[in-house]
């Protein structure tokens, strides 16, 4: 008897649809559609066609984050980091963009998420929206973020004719790190994520903002010219509790005090990195789409 065509048995959970996640590392996830997608840039990023952000909300929850002063619910501003909006429609209102391509406009993504945030990792909604600006339009294109994750899309980075892709490092030290940024990539995953992004040919750029105590400044600034990156931004931390620090937590703050991190001593830093770094900008400039 010939043999019987082997009959290949699922397991049943993979025949499943997969349920949409409720929560991430404790964090809420919620399914909302959006309004619009590209939002007309303004103030800060003004000199930017557009922003675009995948999410509302970010469940890295840096302790120092503006962007939660943009939320208008009062109760979200105070529980930021533990929460993220999916904007579930954010492929289909981009597909309707086809009809007035994007093509030389300038799009910064993102100004108020982090479009790498550890949902996107299943979600893949950044991903998509990277295909949609890849196949229809090739907008001037500049990608912030505190997350390795980005190295999955080169291959659609490497589609653009114009993008940058800017890794967040702020500091040398991993205990401050952990202290303002815990939930994000640690410091030799980033730098070793915009070292791969630069050696596949996508331009980069370091950007120190804020710039939160650093242990050595010299050895600092060795370690970002390993990575092969040539341009960088710095901008201050201002450690007071004001309106766009009032999430700071106590231990960073005490972190900054314990390491004397003062006006002076940013200076001085400063002062070694302008030595270093060739292509330094500061504030605002260094932000000026590409
Ligand atoms: S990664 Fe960016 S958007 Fe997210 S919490 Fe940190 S500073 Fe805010």
Redesign the pocket.
């Known amino acids: 008897m010939a043999d019987q065509p082997h009959q290949v048995l699922l397991p049943l959970e993979d025949t499943r649809p997969t349920a949409p996640r409720q929560t991430i590392g404790g964090s809420s996830v919620s399914y909302t559609p959006a309004r619009s997608i590209l939002t007309e840039s303004t103030g800060f990023m003004d000199g930017y066609d557009y922003t675009l952000n995948p999410y509302s909300g970010?469940t890295?929850?840096?302790s120092?984050?503006y962007?939660a002063f943009f939320v208008r619910d009062k109760a979200q501003q105070d529980t930021?980091?533990q929460w993220v909006r999916v904007k579930d429609n954010a492929l289909e209102l981009l597909q309707r963009w086809r009809k007035k391509p994007l093509h030389g406009k300038t799009i910064y993504m993102s100004s108020?998420?982090?479009p790498y945030?550890p949902l996107e990792r299943d979600l893949l909604l950044t991903r998509s929206l990277l295909e949609e600006l890849a196949n229809y339009h090739k907008p001037r294109l500049v990608i912030q973020t505190?997350s390795q994750l980005v190295v999955r899309d080169l291959d659609l980075l490497q589609r653009f004719g114009s993008v940058q892709v800017n890794m967040t490092v702020t500091t040398d030290d991993e205990a401050v790190r952990k202290a303002f940024?815990p939930h994000?990539s640690s410091i030799p995953a980033r730098l070793k994520a915009i070292a791969d992004i630069q050696a596949a040919g996508v331009a980069t750029c370091i950007t120190m903002t804020p710039l939160l105590p650093v242990a050595d400044a010299t050895s600092f600034a060795e370690r970002l010219l390993a990575t092969g990156v040539e341009k960088f931004v710095v901008q201050p931390f201002h450690p007071e509790r004001g309106k766009f620090v009032a999430g700071t937590r106590d231990e960073a703050l005490a972190l900054c005090r314990e390491r004397g991190w003062t006006a002076a001593r940013y200076r001085e830093v400063l002062a070694v990195l302008r030595q270093q770094l060739p292509q330094l900008a500061e504030g605002k400039d260094g932000f000026a789409p590409i």
């Open positions: 970010c890295f929850g840096c120092y984050c962007a930021w980091g108020v998420t982090d945030q505190r940024e994000c």
